[in-house]
C-alpha cells in the first residue's frame, strides 16, 4: 500500500549495525539435537500458557515436546527461567520488504521508485528482512515490491540459499491493480513515470498478468481492489473502486486454478464487495466493513488483515482533505475490528511494514490489537497458528509441536500479562539454527 509515514531517523545505518553484533549464527546439520527447557511456553495452539516444557530439536524440525523430562544425551541445551515466555516464530502476513517509510521530508514513496537504483532498493531490503527476524518475525507474508519487480522473489531465494538471514518469504512479486488505480500519479502526463504495480485492464490482460507474475515466482496473487480515498459531502469515507467483480473473477481463477491464493486490499464500499463477490482470500486493511461485509467473510471464510497501527499514527493536519481523511479512516478501522473479532472472522496478524519505517517495532501491531479488544492470547494466535493457517502451513509453522519447523523465540516477561513484552525478543531461532541470543539464556 501507500500511505505516508513518519520520519526515518538518521541513526539508521549506525542501528542497523549496533544490531549485528547482537546475532549469531549457529549451524545446525541434520543430526545436531537441540533441548530447550522452558519455563514458560506460549505454543500457538493451546489456549493456556504452558510450564515447565521440554521442546527436543533435531535438524530443523521439533522432534518432541513434552512436560519436563531430560534432555537427549549429547543434546545442547538451552533453558530460559521463570522470567521468560518462549514462542513460536511469530509471522507478519502484511510487509513491503522494499518500501522504506514514506515520510514526505524523505521523499516520500515516489522517490524510491523515480531515484533509488534497483539495487539500492534490494540492499535496503536486505536490512528490513534481517530486522524482521531479529524481532522473531521468522516468517512473513511480503505484499508487493512497490516497483521493484521480481526483486522480491531474489530476495527469498538468498535467505533459502543461506546467503543472508532472513525469514521464510511468501512473496506476491508486483501486485495488480487497473489503469488509474496506482501510484505514481500526479506528473506530466507526457512523461512515463514508473508504476507501483502492474497495471492493466479488462479479464484478459488481468489473467495475463497474473500468469506472468505467478510464472515468475509469485507464491500468493495482490490486487488492489480500492485505491483513493476521501471524505464525501456527508462525511462519509468513500474509496475508488478498481477491479470490476469480472476483471477480478479472471485473477482468482487463474490463482485458484494453480492452487495460489489472492491477497485483496481493499477498504470498503464498492470495491469491497467486488472483493468478495471476486473471491478474494483475504481483506487487507478492511477500514470500513458494513455488517454485509462481515457475514459475506463469515460465509466464505475470508481472511481479515486489519494492519491497525499503521493507520493510528501521522496524520495530516486536520483541517485539511487529507487530515479529514485520515482521521475518517482511523474512526471506522476500530468499529470494523471489533465486530468483525465478535462476529467470528478469521483475522491473521499484519502490520504494513515499509509502508511504516522499518526502524518502528513490528509488535506494536499486537498493542492495538488488544486495545481494540482482542486478547493478548488470541492476538498472538493470530500471528502464530492461525497465520499459519492462511499460509496453508498450519502444522508446520506457528506452533511448538513435533513435525514444526524449529522456528522458536524468547521475550523478556510475560505478553498475556502485558502483550509489549512481544517487543522484547531476546532468542531468535530458525529452521533450527540459533540467529540471535542474548538476554536469558543459559547454556550448560
Ligand atoms: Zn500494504
Same mark, same amino acid.
Given at each position: 500500500?501507500?500511505?505516508?509515514?513518519?520520519? @526515518?531517523?538518521?541513526?539508521?545505518?549506525?542501528?542497523?549495525?549496533?544490531?549485528?553484533?547482537?546475532?549469531?549464527?549457529?549451524?545446525?546439520?541434520?543430526?545436531?539435537?537441540?533441548?530447550?527447557?522452558?519455563?514458560?511456553?506460549?505454543? $500457538? !495452539?493451546?489456549?493456556?500458557?504452558?510450564?515447565? /516444557?521440554?521442546?527436543?530439536?533435531?535438524?530443523?524440525?521439533?522432534?518432541?515436546?513434552?512436560?519436563?523430562?531430560?534432555?537427549?544425551?549429547?543434546?545442547?541445551?538451552?533453558?530460559? %527461567?521463570?522470567?521468560?515466555? !518462549?514462542?513460536?516464530?511469530?509471522?507478519?502476513?502484511?510487509?513491503?520488504?522494499?518500501?522504506?517509510?514514506?515520510?514526505?521530508?524523505?521523499?516520500?514513496?515516489?522517490?524510491?521508485?523515480?531515484?533509488?537504483?534497483?539495487?539500492?532498493?534490494?540492499?535496503?531490503?536486505?536490512?528490513?528482512?534481517?530486522?524482521?527476524?531479529?524481532?522473531?518475525?521468522?516468517?512473513?507474508?511480503? &505484499?508487493?515490491?512497490?516497483?521493484? %519487480?521480481?526483486?522480491?522473489?531474489?530476495?527469498?531465494?538468498?535467505? *533459502?540459499? #543461506?546467503?543472508?538471514?532472513?525469514?521464510?518469504?511468501?512473496?506476491?512479486?508486483?501486485?495488480?491493480?487497473?489503469?488509474?488505480?496506482?501510484? &505514481?500519479?500526479?506528473?506530466?502526463?507526457?512523461?512515463?513515470?514508473?508504476?507501483?504495480? =502492474?497495471?492493466?485492464? $479488462?479479464?484478459?490482460?488481468?489473467?495475463?498478468?497474473?500468469?506472468?507474475? &505467478?510464472?515468475?515466482?509469485?507464491?500468493?496473487?495482490?490486487?488492489?481492489?480500492?485505491?483513493?480515498?476521501?471524505?464525501?459531502?456527508?462525511?462519509?469515507?468513500?474509496?475508488?473502486?478498481?477491479?470490476?467483480?469480472?476483471?477480478?473473477?479472471?485473477?482468482?481463477?487463474?490463482?485458484?486454478?494453480?492452487?495460489?491464493?489472492?491477497?485483496?486490499?481493499?477498504?470498503?464500499?464498492?470495491?469491497?464487495?467486488?472483493?468478495?463477490? %471476486?473471491?478474494?482470500?483475504?481483506? +487487507?486493511?478492511?477500514?470500513?466493513?458494513?455488517?454485509?461485509?462481515?457475514?459475506?467473510?463469515?460465509?466464505?471464510?475470508?481472511?481479515?488483515?486489519?494492519?491497525?497501527?499503521?493507520?493510528?499514527?501521522?496524520?495530516?493536519?486536520? *483541517?485539511?482533505?487529507?487530515? =479529514?481523511?485520515?482521521?475518517?479512516?482511523?474512526?471506522?478501522?476500530? @468499529?470494523?475490528?471489533?465486530?468483525?473479532?465478535?462476529?467470528?472472522?478469521?483475522?491473521?496478524? #499484519?502490520?504494513?511494514?515499509?509502508?511504516?519505517?522499518?526502524? =518502528?517495532?513490528?509488535?506494536?501491531?499486537?498493542?492495538?490489537?488488544? +486495545?481494540?479488544?482482542?486478547?493478548?492470547? *488470541?492476538?498472538?494466535?493470530?500471528?502464530?497458528?492461525?497465520?499459519?493457517?492462511?499460509?496453508?502451513?498450519?502444522?508446520?509453522?506457528?506452533?511448538?509441536?513435533?513435525?514444526?519447523?524449529?522456528?522458536?523465540?524468547?521475550?523478556? $516477561?510475560?505478553?498475556?500479562?502485558? @502483550?509489549?513484552?512481544?517487543? *522484547? /525478543?531476546?532468542?531468535?531461532?530458525?529452521?533450527?539454527?540459533?540467529?540471535?541470543?542474548?538476554?536469558?539464556?543459559?547454556?550448560?
Amino acid at each position: 500500500m501507500t500511505r505516508r509515514a513518519i520520519f @526515518v531517523p538518521p541513526v539508521f545505518i549506525l542501528f542497523c549495525f549496533a544490531g549485528l553484533s547482537l546475532c549469531q549464527s549457529s549451524p545446525a546439520g541434520p543430526e545436531n539435537i537441540t533441548a530447550i527447557h522452558a519455563a514458560n511456553l506460549i505454543d $500457538g !495452539v493451546s489456549a493456556e500458557m504452558r510450564h515447565n /516444557v521440554l521442546v527436543v530439536i533435531k535438524g530443523n524440525k521439533i522432534d518432541s515436546v513434552t512436560a519436563g523430562g531430560k534432555a537427549p544425551a549429547g543434546a545442547a541445551v538451552i533453558s530460559f %527461567g521463570p522470567q521468560v515466555t !518462549v514462542l513460536p516464530g511469530l509471522i507478519d502476513t502484511h510487509t513491503h520488504i522494499f518500501l522504506q517509510g514514506e515520510d514526505p521530508a524523505e521523499g516520500g514513496y515516489d522517490i524510491q521508485l523515480l531515484k533509488h537504483p534497483s539495487s539500492f532498493r534490494a540492499a535496503r531490503a536486505t536490512v528490513s528482512a534481517r530486522r524482521a527476524l531479529e524481532q522473531g518475525f521468522t516468517t512473513l507474508r511480503d &505484499l508487493e515490491t512497490e516497483g521493484a %519487480g521480481y526483486g522480491d522473489v531474489g530476495i527469498k531465494e538468498a535467505i *533459502n540459499a #543461506g546467503y543472508i538471514p532472513g525469514p521464510r518469504l511468501f512473496v506476491v512479486t508486483r501486485a495488480i491493480s487497473v489503469t488509474g488505480g496506482y501510484p &505514481l500519479e500526479g506528473y506530466n502526463p507526457d512523461i512515463v513515470v514508473p508504476k507501483g504495480a =502492474q497495471l492493466g485492464d $479488462g479479464p484478459v490482460e488481468l489473467r495475463k498478468i497474473a500468469r506472468e507474475q &505467478l510464472e515468475n515466482g509469485a507464491d500468493w496473487i495482490k490486487v488492489y481492489m480500492t485505491h483513493r480515498s476521501w471524505v464525501d459531502k456527508k462525511g462519509k469515507l468513500v474509496s475508488q473502486p478498481t477491479l470490476t467483480t469480472e476483471e477480478l473473477k479472471a485473477v482468482t481463477d487463474e490463482a485458484h486454478g494453480q492452487q495460489k491464493k489472492v491477497a485483496c486490499h481493499a477498504y470498503g464500499g464498492i470495491g469491497l464487495r467486488r472483493a468478495l463477490d %471476486g473471491g478474494c482470500d483475504s481483506i +487487507e486493511h478492511g477500514l470500513d466493513l458494513d455488517d454485509a461485509a462481515i457475514t459475506q467473510m463469515v460465509e466464505q471464510g475470508t481472511w481479515y488483515v486489519p494492519t491497525l497501527a499503521v493507520y493510528y499514527g501521522d496524520w495530516a493536519a486536520e *483541517n485539511t482533505p487529507d487530515g =479529514q481523511r485520515d482521521r475518517a479512516r482511523a474512526s471506522v478501522h476500530e @468499529v470494523s475490528f471489533r465486530k468483525a473479532l465478535k462476529a467470528g472472522v478469521k483475522i491473521a496478524f #499484519g502490520t504494513d511494514m515499509g509502508g511504516i519505517p522499518w526502524t =518502528q517495532p513490528i509488535a506494536q501491531e499486537f498493542d492495538k490489537m488488544v +486495545e481494540f479488544g482482542m486478547s493478548p492470547m *488470541n492476538a498472538i494466535q493470530s500471528a502464530t497458528s492461525r497465520a499459519a493457517t492462511l499460509l496453508d502451513k498450519q502444522g508446520e509453522l506457528g506452533v511448538i509441536a513435533p513435525g514444526a519447523y524449529a522456528d522458536v523465540i524468547a521475550v523478556a $516477561g510475560d505478553p498475556l500479562a502485558k @502483550v509489549g513484552a512481544l517487543k *522484547n /525478543v531476546t532468542f531468535v531461532m530458525k529452521d533450527g539454527k540459533t540467529f540471535k541470543e542474548s538476554g536469558d539464556r543459559v547454556i550448560r
